[in-house]
């Protein structure tokens, strides 16, 4: 997948970098926040290769990518990265959205590492489990201890990797709010605070608090630090700013975040985790079937990123957490819901996407089966949400948790069986019926199937009157069906209906009179925009992006309006097998949806594309 080429195109539908004031990303979503909102083309966007789907929420524009956003982000950032970086937000969405969006953004780049020490924490569990089966202990071999130091590295040296995040949202140095965390962490300073002897700075007394693995106390000392920080940049004189900024910053923060930040911050981790529990021991059913039916609700919204801190601090605190295994409910819910979905349906591109997002959900990403299926078709949202608040509850009344900051699915399940016998057996019981419950739901209650709708738009006059309109092959050759193609993106119809043709002349020709919309730089893929209405996405080659270009000549700019059988781009096919790439071009209408179907069919000298529309005069 051409990840600079994603990357163009969003930032082009956006209205072009000049229109972003600022751009981060989570797990699975661009976040950008917009100058003028309606400069943004969220039809287009949606149809790019590898977005999911588009969301407006909160005054921001959501691109959703699933896994692929960091790579996303990262081609955005070479394209756009000073605006990013430097823009101001003109769009007003409230103080407290922009709090909490702030907020989250400290944890969204670290949840890749906690996720994946939960993960390792899971292999190491289902380790000792399988030991313990055959009478060995495994937790004090070398190999354990290593794996294990690995697992908890994160949460011990947390106060440092948050600094660097901190820093980062708040626009102060990282290395120095680095140092500051690793302060905290350091060995001596450890020792010094579990001493039995008072401690004190300068004869100030030092409140004793273990600081490693903690969480709030780094937040405030560094958004404290960017204030230092602004502040001796204006009264430093620039000769001697180099030395003075970083040794005032450290002999300034250091003695602050021991003797005020850092106590206040133990104080509101213990209140916040405090109030947690006093929720769950009201009721943990309650509590349980909350965020177990309403969490991924909250990822609609965006709100889960305000709730995720407190699973994390309540890790750092306690070495526990059951915030997951209640979101885990929720997410085996989208997961079975996604399932009946692909049992019952009668679309095939449904069925397609359908039986993927199950799969992707049940491995703790559930934006494609939220965005993709369920909140699209509504019935199966509400009975993923019913199932998951079920599944929740019955994880609130067994005492599940798990002993990491997991990623909730079926590969860290052994994370939750540490909590013993019955939480865990909760655990499980509540994750089946999430999953096997909304499954049947969906298929028992239905819902209103894309084939359906389709029939109902494609209802013509008595004259039954459809136009057919046939538009030549930009490429010679033998047709391909589409669906066989080896990239899926192009194979499961995604990004439309069209054809697949293996070439046997290199040469791209205008099928119709166009403009040229898009060539991309390495020339192996042009938007045309037909006039009689028709968009294609012409690509030459499967993966060819690697070819940076060589083996293709271009004859036509970007902007130009064409004639029919203008040469675009000329290619060697060759070349592209030498290079170990299958030259088989694609040709996809981009605009699908605006016809009845698009059919392929094999002429005598060249490709037809048939395109039959139906007339709604």
Partial sequence: MDYQKIATSILSHVGGKENISELTHCFTRLRFVLKDPDKADKEKISRIEGVITVVENAGQFQVVLGNKVEKVFTEIELLAGDLIQNGKTEVQSGWLNRLVTQFAALFTPIIPAIAGSGMLKGILAIAVMIGNSYGIDIKPMNSYVI??????????FMPIILAYSCAKVFKCNEFIAMII?????????????????????????VTKASYASSVIPIIIAILFFSYVQRYLTKIIPEAVKIIMLPTLSLLIMIPATLLIFGPVGIYIGTGVNWIYYFIMGVSPVLLGAFIGGLWCVLVIFGAHRAVVPIGINDVAVTGRQSLLAFAGAANFSQAGAALGVFLKTRDKNLRTVAASASITALFGITEPAIYGVTLRLKKPMICAVICGAIGGGVMGWGGSYGTAFANQGILTIPVYAEAGTTPFMCYLLGIAIAFFGSAGLTWMVGFEDLVAEAEEKTVVDDLGAVSKRMISSPVEGRLVPLTEVKDTVFSSLAMGKGIAVLPTKGEIVAPEDCLVSVIYPTMHAIGLCLDNGAELLVHIGMDTVE??????QKFVQVGSHIEKGTTIIRFDIERIKEAGYDPTVVVVVANTDAYRDVIGEQDMEIHQLQVAITLLD
């Fill in 181 to 205: 965390g690793g302060a905290l962490c350091h060995p001596v300073l450890v020792a010094l605070m579990g001493g039995e002897a008072a401690v004190t700075f300068l004869g100030l007394p």
């Fill in 147 to 156: 794996l294990n130091a690995a697992s908890d590295a994160v949460f011990y």
């Fill in 547 to 552: 070819m940076k270009g060589e083996g293709f």
